[in-house]
């Protein structure tokens, strides 16, 4: 899977090998995702050094708009607007937010539905493996 990140840039699945990646499908509408967007900019502050990444991926919004938001909010993990092949790789979110945990080899090891929180985001994720 790729996804157009708001700055353009395309990233695929097998650029991100080798990092713990956390895939948050979000939309801008959704108060439990807006919620939960600095928490995963706190955890991925804290674990980027170690080889953690995020992938926010809004599922309703064009890329201006997500652009927009992650600006406005100083956001600086990756962020993009969600495609069908996307949508085929995850299954469709089914509820938002949903976060998807990859390992080092791109496996998805967790799903998250609902709001993800710094403690649980700890317990799931084990970047030194």
């Known amino acids: 899977w790729s996804v ?5 840039r395309v990233v695929d699945s097998e650029q991100l090998k080798g990092k713990t990646v956390l895939v948050n ?3 801008s509408w959704c108060p439990y995702c807006l919620k939960e967007m600095p928490v995963i900019d706190e955890f991925w502050r804290d674990h980027r050094a170690q080889g ?18 992650m600006r406005e ?7 993009g607007s969600i495609s069908p092949e996307m949508r085929a790789a995850f299954g469709g ?7 998807y945990v990859l ?26 493996n």
């Open 4 to 8: 157009r990140l708001t700055d353009g």
């Open 52 to 69: 953690f990444e995020v992938i926010a991926v809004s599922v309703d919004d064009p890329p201006e708009k997500v652009a927009e938001y």
């Open 93 to 99: 979110a089914g509820s938002i937010p949903t976060s």
């Open 103 to 128: 390992d080092k080899n791109g496996i998805v090891r967790h799903k998250i539905v609902g709001q993800v929180h710094y403690q649980r985001l700890n317990k799931l994720i084990n970047i030194n």
């Open 73 to 79: 909010h100083g956001y600086a993990f990756m962020a």
């Open 25 to 27: 499908l979000w939309a």
